[in-house]
């Protein structure tokens, strides 16, 4: 969650209470690495065509140099407001992950919530907002009109192509996106390559990464999503098998779950002439370290 610097609202706060056009955008909702980056950019409804004439472009038709001068322009401009609300991979994991699994596109929608509900928090006379979207573009626009009545949306695929305001937070997406990814400190306090390839999981670079850098134990390092197939694959084929015990609340019965990859034969752990709290465990004893 990022939320708007003093350099994005400097000199602009006395235009918000004036009619407002906004542009809402993503940048990493398909890599297994890093953030997914959620982008707004802002401005009155008398400088919309003014935006228009600027060079702005869907930032994955851009290079990274032009995407940073871009960027450098957006920021300069007290014309135009914008805010980046970023939802790192281990909220991702978390989220998708957990006992009450979230979608993607349900943190992709309460980002965009955020975005919107910031600004007009702030002050910002909202009267329209374009949005670009993966999914189905009328049951999102709905969505949307129904928690914000007195907004107009225009939700439609490509609108980072379309939309100069929507380019725009293409931009600022992508860029801050692409600078945690750079800056991105390990918590695991690993000496973790930084060679990451594009971040895709189609990408051998990245999967190459993604090979070097899982622990048999811990899995892989905060920086990945957990919840990508590419990772679950590889977490079942190559990490140690654990096995959970959980109380059944209905008769207080204990359950065993394991979970990693299937394990033909107990072993000697499974011996019935142990205890049953280390064959439940499957410890065993070791006299070689």
Not at 37 to 58: K, N, P, S
Not at 93 to 109: C, Y
Request: with cysteine; proline share 5%; aromatic share 8%.
């Amino acid at each position: 969650m990022e939320g708007p610097t003093a350099e994005s609202e400097s000199g602009r706060e006395a235009w918000f209470a004036k009619p407002c056009v906004m542009g809402i955008d993503e940048a990493g909702r398909g890599p297994v690495l890093g953030d997914m980056v959620y982008g707004c950019a802002y401005c009155t409804e008398e400088e919309l065509q003014r935006i228009g004439e600027r060079e702005f472009a869907d930032s994955k038709k851009l290079t990274e140099a032009r995407r940073e001068d871009l960027y450098e322009v957006i920021c300069r401009d007290t014309t135009l407001a914008w805010d980046t609300e970023s939802l790192p991979a281990t909220v991702i994991s978390q989220r998708m992950l957990g006992s009450v699994k979230t979608s993607l596109n349900v943190l992709a929608s309460e980002a965009t919530f955020a975005l919107i509900d910031r600004a007009l928090a702030r002050g910002v006379d909202l009267q329209q907002v374009f949005v670009d979207t993966v999914g189905d573009p009328k049951r999102h626009e709905a969505m949307l009109s129904s928690r914000y009545p007195s907004i107009r949306f225009t939700v439609c695929p490509k609108a980072d192509s379309i939309y100069p305001l929507v380019s725009a937070a293409s931009i600022v997406a992508k860029v801050t996106r692409d600078r945690a990814l750079r800056q991105h400190v390990h918590s695991d306090a690993i000496n973790a390559s930084t060679s990451y390839g594009s971040g895709y999981p189609g990408d051998p670079v990245t999967k190459a990464w993604l090979e070097a850098h899982l622990d048999r134990v811990f899995g892989f390092p905060d920086l990945v999503r957990f919840s990508w197939q590419t990772c679950t694959r590889m977490l079942e084929d190559r990490a140690v098998p654990v096995r959970w015990e959980c109380e059944d609340s209905t008769d207080g019965q204990q359950a065993t779950l394991l979970t990693g990859p299937s394990q033909g034969s107990q072993g000697a752990s499974g011996g019935a002439g142990r205890h049953s709290f280390f064959r439940a465990r499957q410890l065993q004893p070791v006299h070689t370290f």
